[in-house]
């Protein structure tokens, strides 16, 4: 046992604690509860990397360290298991994606079993198991027979609603959803069922519509706003295009004011919540009502600054405007249409982040209701749709891309808010929210605030306007047309769609994953499983995050066939304590749940509207990718030679390649003539028989940089051709070969002395062999070839380790690039505190000894340090008091168990299978997860004594310890007694002792 075996140690107690089921929980009300929650995984085939067990660590450190403090810890784990990774993954391999599923699953479970976490596994949920989508099925159908009553503010039954239908119409109901024409009881009666459910569909929470999606023909499905980025799917980055579809939809937008107020009321970070309220979008103005000339169309409007109405010259609308093609003039219909179906090739995203001004004049004009001026009507694709009304006034005074579309249409630029300062509006707009009125008529001389609220009472006056609050959250697109998804519990029959009484519906086994093109699921083709005596069933499937979005409930009672959970276990773990996860998820995952748990909380469901009560966001470990750049040299020039006229120099040349300082220098080079050298030598190095003929610029060789320098060409190199040095092997990646690099391919960089040296597989000069590469900090992917796998670090240096290390790089919250050079470090600091309880022999060294003071002094510093520490979450600092506290206990030969004891308990959160073995040596024969954390003692960090420098005549002679609470006389008394100072004294009585307490003793003579 002398040699610090982690392997043996780290499979010794993750076999113990798996047998003795030592991290399984049960609900106890003699403990107060604390959940903790990671995100929970996708299980790719690539399995984790390095940069995945981070959020993980650091939940585990507050799992261990709450139950060390006697809280009752849930800290569960599982897999969100559908989506279209696995399936388009199913549709390259021919195998199911069940299979699949199920051993990257398997393949997951061992890795985050090896790294030492404390999940009970007993509680796993696969969001893929019918045992488990069957409730998601089940709260699909709540949302489906819900509608939202604004009186009450909250989710009702729909059947309560129907009861209302039959007595009094819907003339009395506000609601959140879409308009429907008024009706009384009476005409209730004589609807027919598919008039009924027609109406039905503009108050459920769950609701199917034909609208403009994004649709992805390579991915086959529609994509959430979410999921598309530039116009590209996220997934993959294909082409994304609008298309009309029939949807299923969630009604989130009738939660959006309480989603915004729960913000206040839970323990995140302000960035996360500004996402949140920028995505919901709230904002106040009003609706106005502008005549279309020669027409009876109506356009409605909103806006944030009504006070700004006697500036707008031109309106605009959205490309997918229900009013163009019945106010678009003969002569424009052609133009008209040709840009709506630009404009429909891209995403909504894509449209909010092109920054061209492009537009059409529909040949319509609108008759401002303010004033009667006519003004033009546009289509243009940076008005969306979805936002408001898909119209809008433009005023381009006030508004930079209303003012850039006037620019190049040549409209009016009409100025109606001035501010302290002049401004030339013709060539820049004024976007100030303060000012005052001008050009405005009965608004002129009042400040902003005040015009809006008088804009706004005169347009309700007159009947064509109204106050009105708008948001930019959209209703969450609910359907996939995949596979490898949650099938709706819903039957059509005769347009009518109706709930599954029987739950679950469990997912047919199919032959082909691959989507049907026309925008159906692979599920239509199953006709035994489409047609049934009831209906025709849905053959869409839900998105990937219907199960993420209530997989914390599920936790609480995760074998319960009769319930989603127990009334009772979910009134015990409550909400979540803690929730560890990225903040990429701030718009999807972690608004859904908060909305799907405040629909829950509104049928009595859970007695809590917030699902997480505190999160922390961890950065993200990046790769360090070792990258080559590629310059590909062009020269003219004559030269002397068996070739005296310079041939193309594409064809003689062919590439270079400049690596490291190299291609560094001459992209940063501000000395041409320097540069001109350079490449001058790399030439003459490559053909020896080409001479230059003079330096003049008539015949000299000119080398010519490429424009598009940047990037030049990145070559990234798999980290197995990378020592740790980053030096590349240069000899195994030309054989390898993997990047296909040109043949006659020549390497130059710059040696230590700046002379070009040129690298070739022939050499044999052993640095030559090697070359430097440049480093690129981003992502940790396996398609950059930078993923560093957990197991080979838990080969190399073992579990607690990989732990330690991962805290130790930075905190918690920020981003940090993985490197290899700082991980022996941290192993060296376990081997060193292994070494301080056993000897080279195997002899364990601890005693019960009576510990120093020093060796209290350095602990209670560390439980101190480390408990506030943890409950910062500032887990690196933790780490670097371990490391010192050890180095001090070693010089002090500290071997007491009373300060070894709890010492191990501190670490055990950080590091414990090291932890649980020493345990085990001094004695204890329960787990160390059973062990109490120890208290911290001020008292023993308070100084007893004082080393007092003693000067003789101002000069100090020598140093003596005495108790700070030892009076003046005493130390004098001492002090003369001491032989150094006798010495010095050579005899003599001091004239005079000063005593300063606890400072100096000054002695003259």
Known sequence: MGIYNFKNIEQKWQEHWKSNELFKVTEDDSKQKYYVLDMFPYPSGAGLHVGHPLGYIASDIVTRYKRLNGFNVLHPMGFDAFGLPAEQYAIQTGKHPAITTEANIKRYKEQLNRIGFAFDWSREVQTCDPSYYKWTQWIFSEFFNAWYNKKTNKAESIDQLISIFEIEGNVNIEYHGDPCESFTGEDWENFSAQEKENILQCYRLAFQKET?????????????????????????????????????????????????DGLNKIEWSESIKEIQRNWIGKSEGASLHFKVKGSAADIEVFTTRPDTVFGASFMVLAPEHELISSI??????EAVQAYIDRAQSKSERERMMNKEVSGCFTGAYAINPFNQKEIPIYIAEYVLA??????IMAVPAHDERDHAFAKKYNLNIVQVVEGKESVNIQEASYDAKEGRMINSEMINGLDVKNAIRA????????????????????????????????PFPILHKDGIPSLVDELPVTLPDVQSYEPAGTGESPLARVEDWVNT????????????????????????????????????????WNQVDLYMGGAEHATGHLLYSRFWTKFLYDLGRIDFDEPFKKLINQGMIQGQSRVINFIRLSFSGSFWGDNPSFPDPNEVFGRVLLTGKLAQFLQNASNQDFVKLKFEEIFLKKYKKYKVTNNEISGSLHPQIPSDLDPIEVIR???????????????????????NLPENTSIFDLSEANEIIEYHEESTEVHKNYFQAGIITEKMSKRWGNVVNPDDVCDEYGADTLRLYEMFLGPLQDSKPWSTQGIDGTHRFLKKLWNLCFDQDGNFLITDETPSKDSLKSLHKTIKKVSDDIEQFSF??????FMICVNELSSQNCKSKSIIEPLLILLSPFAPHISEELWEKLGNTESILNAQWPEYDESQLVESVKLYPISINGKTRTQIEFPLDMDKNTISEKVLEDEVVQKWLEGKA????????????????
């Open 328 to 333: 678009s003039t003969d002569s424009e219909k």
């Open 386 to 391: 979805g936002y408001g009304t898909g119209a």
């Open 990 to 1005: 001091p004239k005079k002792i000063i005593v300063v307490p606890g400072r100096i003793v000054n002695l003259v003579i």
């Open 533 to 572: 005596p009831e209906g025709r069933r849905e053959t869409d499937t839900m998105p990937g995050w219907a199960g993420s979005s209530w997989y914390f409930l599920r936790y609480m009672d995760p074998n319960n066939d009769e319930a989603f959970a127990s009334p009772e276990k979910l009134k015990y």
């Open 717 to 739: 190199i798999p980290l197995e051709f990378v020592d740790k040095n980053g030096s590349v092997n240069f000899e195994l990646f030309l054989k390898e070969n993997k990047y």
């Open 455 to 486: 804009t706004i009472q005169f347009a309700e006056e007159k009947g064509f306007g109204t106050r009105t609050i708008n948001y930019k959250l959209r209703d969450a697109g609910f359907s996939r047309q995949r596979y490898w998804g949650e």
């Open 876 to 881: 690196n600092t933790s780490v670097s008091q």
């Open 212 to 260: 403009s999606v994004n649709w992805c023909p390579e991915l086959g499905t529609v994509l959430a706003n979410e999921e598309v980025k530039d116009g590209k799917s996220e997934r993959g980055g294909y082409d994304v295009i609008q298309k009309k579809m029939s949807q299923w939809y969630l009604r989130i937008t009738a939660y959006a004011d309480r989603l915004l």
